[in-house]
């Protein structure tokens, strides 16, 4: 069981590059979530969803978009990448909402030059 | 609004110590609590969580945790060190009523160092 699964591990990028962050899941989990990570900082919600096809914004949803179109993968855009946007990229996902657990992926570190 | 508070950003311990980890929460509502570690260059592994009933709730790892809900704290404790729990601990929280989409709100974390 492979459980939630990011590509790629690490990326470099230019300024005004762009790219997308995979995410997967083989839990039959219904929520997802993009959360980023920088120093000191704690995780903050990048973009969410509840369902296929139903994305929802985060609490710093600026310079990134989201499509679900199946329930096992949940990609992450990165439109004109700019240094603010170096830091530690996890996906999440939980079979529903109120007390399950979110289980998280092992990370994508970015680099943006 | 929701909010967690990690006040501690490193907390040191000698092996075989008692160990604790603050966390205290800020929610309209009802709280679900939640605890994750971090190890270097990992992703975040789940701990343990209160949603309802009892008061301490145990973990993995041998962690556990007190809900005090008049306090509106949540601090993870181990009642034995070892150096392997040096690590990154996260506090989250959700709201039950006032959230959508299941969302958490984490702390800053706090840096763990179990030293031998």
């Known amino acids: 069981n492979a459980g939630v699964t990011q590509t790629p591990k690490f990326r470099i990028l230019k300024i005004g590059q762009s790219m997308t962050l995979q995410c997967a899941q083989d839990?039959?989990?219904?929520?997802m979530y993009w959360y980023r990570q920088d120093p000191g900082m704690g995780l903050k919600l990048i973009y969410y969803s509840v369902g296929a096809g139903i994305t929802d914004k985060g609490e710093v949803p600026n310079g990134y978009n989201v499509s679900r179109s199946t329930t096992e993968d949940f990609p992450l855009r990165l439109e004109l990448a700019a240094p603010s946007q170096t830091s530690v990229y996890f996906c999440?996902?939980?079979?529903?909402?109120?007390?399950?657990?979110?289980?998280f992926g092992p990370g994508t570190r970015l680099t943006v030059l | 609004a929701q909010s967690v508070a990690q006040p501690e950003d490193q907390v040191n311990v000698a092996e075989g110590n008692p160990l604790t980890v603050k966390c205290t929460y800020s929610?309209?509502?009802?709280?679900?609590l939640f605890w994750y570690v971090q190890y270097p260059n990992r992703g975040l592994q789940f701990l343990l969580k209160y949603i309802t009933g009892d008061n301490l709730v145990k973990g993995s790892y041998g962690f556990e945790a007190e809900f005090n809900k008049s306090q509106t704290s949540f601090h993870l404790k181990k009642p034995s060190a070892l150096v392997s729990d040096s690590a990154l601990y996260f506090c989250?929280?959700?709201?039950?009523?006032?959230?959508?989409?299941?969302?958490?709100?984490f702390g800053q974390g706090t840096e763990l160092s179990v030293k031998p």
């Open positions: 929610v309209s509502g009802n709280p679900y």
């Open positions: 839990m039959n989990h219904n929520y």
């Open positions: 989250a929280v959700r709201d039950i009523i006032y959230n959508q989409g299941g969302k958490l709100i």
């Open positions: 999440a996902s939980s079979s529903r909402t109120g007390g399950d657990t979110q289980y």
